[in-house]
């Protein structure tokens, strides 16, 4: 395999303890190769967050080498060629690294495959997702690129490595990869190719899992601006097999523009928007997906709404509203009601609505002054009336715009259990 270029190394990778780990792995003059994801950030001169490396060594032989250069390893999918190297703090902003043999499929079922373990680079590069995640790079900072993916990072491309249709086969989840790389480094078209054959393998999508599903759905609500991405997977029919509930792109667009410039990206704040169904439809969603239990719970009260949200508020409505829902869903709503009136075309102060939005930043909740006991005191029995008492007296604490201290709060709940005593 030839060099393609030569770039200078990156503090990480001249680290004390980064230097070990490769020496170890090349001993013997073989190479070990920084590989993906890392490399192709590198050369965009974007964050690195993860480092993979590939070696033509047997895992155990890679454990080996390590053990003996002491470095310690986790065997986190030795049956695929992975071991896991624990650095620590010294390496810089990364505690591990990934490390992998070069391999190819042996049998793929959509979900998951069988590898053999080789020594041929160029081999081990065909058998990857797209041609700007197979670039190589030794730790000198020479590059290697069996496939094309130079040309296509610098053009904004993404395209798969080989046949469309058969990478996505051997890996399913490759089609919603796909749109995913789209948003986050493609500036061109969409490549021909590879959306003829998302479109026709879409079919496929409901046999991955919901949590694999919903975490390639969050990468991608988390780009910089995905509502386009979503707009061409619509278009060719796409989320129908993945996410049919998806109706409202323009509200997704509208949310986007206003998170960049207020509180920053929320991927499930971005899927709420997009999604047209009630509490019911956005449960649905939840389950198939296998959201979190407090990501299930928020993305319904997300749906359900409040209709009622508007920067024409007054003062207390908008103290009522926070203190009703608390500080994370105020954001959410206010945020969702903003992006929907402007997803309508409708007329919008923006300023009123950013001096909503920063409510919770100049008002602190307050806590009602009277409790339980407080209840109890005044002869009420354990059981339901206690909890209802405590309710009506905050409703009217809540009414007189949280203005009545310990002692009306009293007052009034003398007034509400013991009336003329």
Known sequence: MEPAEKISPKTWMRAAPVRQLMAALTADGQPARYVGGCVRDMLLDRDVRDVDVATALAPEEVIRRLAEAGVRTVATGIEHGTVTAILGER???????????????????????????????????????FTINALFCDGDGTVYDPVGGLADLRQGKVR??????????????????????????????????????????????????????????????????????????????????????????????????????????????????????????????????????????????????????????????????????????????????????LARGAACNDEAWQMLLALPQHWSLPTLPVGGRDVQVLGVPDGPAIGEALQAVESWWIAGDFSGDRAACLARLQELVAPGS
Not at 101 to 123: N, P, S
Not at 277 to 282: F, K, S
């Open 91 to 129: 390496a810089g902003p990364f505690d591990h690294f990934e490390i992998t043999t070069l391999r190819t499929d042996v049998t793929t079922d959509g979900r998951r495959a069988t590898v053999a373990f080789i020594d041929d680079w160029a081999t081990d590069a065909a058998r990857r997702d």
């Open 160 to 341: 798969f490595v080989g046949d469309a249709a058969q990478r996505i086969r051997e890996d399913v989840l490759r089609l919603l990869r796909f749109f995913r790389f789209q948003a986050t480094y493609g500036t061109a078209p969409a490549d021909a190719d590879g959306l003829a054959a998302c479109t026709e393998l879409a079919p496929l999508l409901p046999t991955l899992s919901g949590e694999r599903v919903a975490h390639e759905l969050m990468r991608l609500l988390a780009a910089q601006d995905p509502a386009p991405v979503f707009s061409l997977m619509a278009g060719q029919g796409i989320l129908l097999h993945v996410l049919p509930e998806t109706g409202a792109i323009d509200r997704l667009a509208a949310l986007t523009v206003i998170e960049d410039r207020t509180v920053g990206t929320d991927p499930l704040r971005r899927l709420a928007a997009m999604l047209i169904v009630d509490a019911g439809g956005a449960a649905g969603v939840a389950e198939r997906l296998r959201l979190s239990k407090v990501q299930r719970l928020r993305l319904i009260a997300m749906a359900a709404g409040l209709p009622n949200v508007d920067a024409a508020m007054s003062q207390h409505e908008r103290r009522a509203l926070l203190y009703g829902v608390g500080e994370r869903a105020f954001v959410d709503f206010v945020l969702l009601a903003w992006a929907d009136r």
